[in-house]
């Protein structure tokens, strides 16, 4: 059963000033993520597009950007591109699954989550 959806949208140009910073790529994005973003050249259409699905994941499931750390939910990739999520702390205690995608233009990444659970 769907539990919940989830949908969010970012100019690049927002966080290509964003993961010039340190701080912020140590805030939000764990370390396999980081790892994924320096193998692309640090792209900031890539960190954009995960930046958005970690949004998208706390809209489906109805929590906000300062009630979980944005590293609970980390942004994975299978080896023909396809994301997937793991999620932990609060949300992972929800259960169920999770569905993304991730899309993105020269100038705004988005991503859909759909988050599906038994009833």
């Not at 539990?3 to 701080?23: C, H, N, P, Q, T």
């Not at 995608?101 to 705004?108: D, K």
Request: proline share 2%.
């Amino acid at each position: 059963m769907i539990a919940g959806i989830g949908i969010d949208s970012l100019e690049i140009a927002r966080v290509e000033k964003a993961i010039a910073r340190e701080a912020f790529l140590k805030r939000v994005f764990t370390e396999n993520e980081r790892a994924y973003l320096e193998e692309k050249g640090m792209a900031a259409q890539s960190a954009a597009g995960i930046f958005c699905a970690k949004e998208a994941v706390l809209k489906a499931v109805g929590l906000g950007i300062t009630d979980v750390p944005l590293k609970d939910i980390e942004v994975l990739h299978e080896k023909s591109g396809a994301p997937y999520l793991k999620v932990y702390g609060k949300i992972g205690e929800k259960g169920g699954r999770f569905f993304l995608s991730i899309t993105h233009t020269r100038e705004y990444a988005s991503a859909f989550t759909v988050w599906e659970r038994e009833e």
